[in-house]
């Protein structure tokens, strides 16, 4: 069953807001921006405004699920694309590459303002994707040897995780994301190699 497409007006209308708000980010703190502020930048009225978010909040909640919806339409499209030897380096770089392409999205909510919405959203998913990775390691491994418990490798991999992309993109990303999917891809396997820590790559 397919899903029902949403209008490209209003689509249109959305990024208009989301990149107002990503702009003033750029300019004055969170809690100054208000849905005046937000209409003018994007030039549409309020009422507009008001047919697609109840407030700020809630516009804060839409964005954050949108965000995570996209990372889970590019893990989906990679497992159905990838064979499974190549589709965990695939998922590291096409993450890597999406959050470039929309880098002044990531940059204002994760790198500068931090905003523990987006933050806190992201570091979710990146946890579900090593539990599952470690999940299948597990079953489809002969040894259960782990020095360090499975939660706090989890806790690890992830802050570590998402700590390297903050600092990508505070730095404006110096590295291709091709190049950091590949020293982030060693530096996990090392982790696994000498810690037994839960790998990402």
């Known amino acids: 069953m397919s899903t029902p497409r949403t209008d490209p007006r209003v689509l249109r ?47 804060l909640e839409k964005m954050a699920d949108d965000m995570i919806n996209e990372i889970h339409a590019i893990l989906n499209d990679v497992r159905n694309e990838s064979r499974s030897i190549d589709r965990d380096w695939s998922i590291l770089v096409k993450m890597l590459e999406h959050i470039a392409e929309n880098s002044k999205f990531y940059k204002v909510l994760l790198a500068s303002q931090r905003i523990p919405l987006f933050t806190d959203r992201l570091m979710n998913l990146i946890v579900d994707i090593i539990t599952i990775r470690s999940e299948n390691r597990d079953n489809s491994s002969s040894t259960s040897a782990v020095i360090v418990p499975k939660d706090i490798a989890i806790w690890y991999g992830s802050s570590a995780f998402i700590g390297t992309i903050v600092c990508w993109l505070r730095n404006d990303m110096p590295y291709t994301p091709q190049f950091l999917a590949k020293q982030l891809s060693l530096l996990f396997r090392l982790h696994q190699n000498t810690n037994q820590l839960i790998e990402l790559e």
Do not use: C, G, S, W
């Open 13 to 59: 209308t959305r990024q208009l807001i989301r990149d107002a708000f990503i702009d003033l980010l750029q300019e004055i703190e969170l809690e100054k921006i208000t849905v005046n502020r937000i209409t003018e930048r994007a030039t549409i009225n309020r009422v507009t405004f008001y047919l697609h978010y109840r407030d700020i909040p809630e516009m």
